[in-house]
């Protein structure tokens, strides 16, 4: 049985270099560590004072868990809309279909 591919990515988060080993193409590794990098830069430009590091990851982590969370609340809202418009639909059409 052959090893699933993984790839190899050297990338920079937060000025610090990291090794990244997975599945998926290189190309998203790195945006996903680019974007990261980038959360945890808008932590620390915002904060009043410098911050520990790994207090800017927690917060940047937050953050992002926050984006995570509310797309999937508004994921969750437009299947619902859409089971409605979908359940109305196949009513109005039954209705149609019986007369």
Known sequence: MNAPDNNTVQVTI????YTIKGKADSSYI???A???DMKMREVDD???STQEEGKVAI???????D??????????KLENRFDERLQ???ELIDETLST
Do not use: C, H, P
């Not at 937060?14 to 270099?17: A, D, H, L, T, V």
């Open 30 to 32: 790195t945006g996903v």
């Open 67 to 76: 984006e995570l969370f509310s797309s999937r609340q508004d994921k969750d």
């Open 14 to 17: 937060y000025g610090k270099s």
């Open 88 to 90: 109305a639909l196949t």
């Open 46 to 48: 915002g904060a009043n």
């Open 34 to 36: 680019n974007y990261v």
């Open 59 to 65: 917060l940047a982590g937050m953050n992002i868990t």
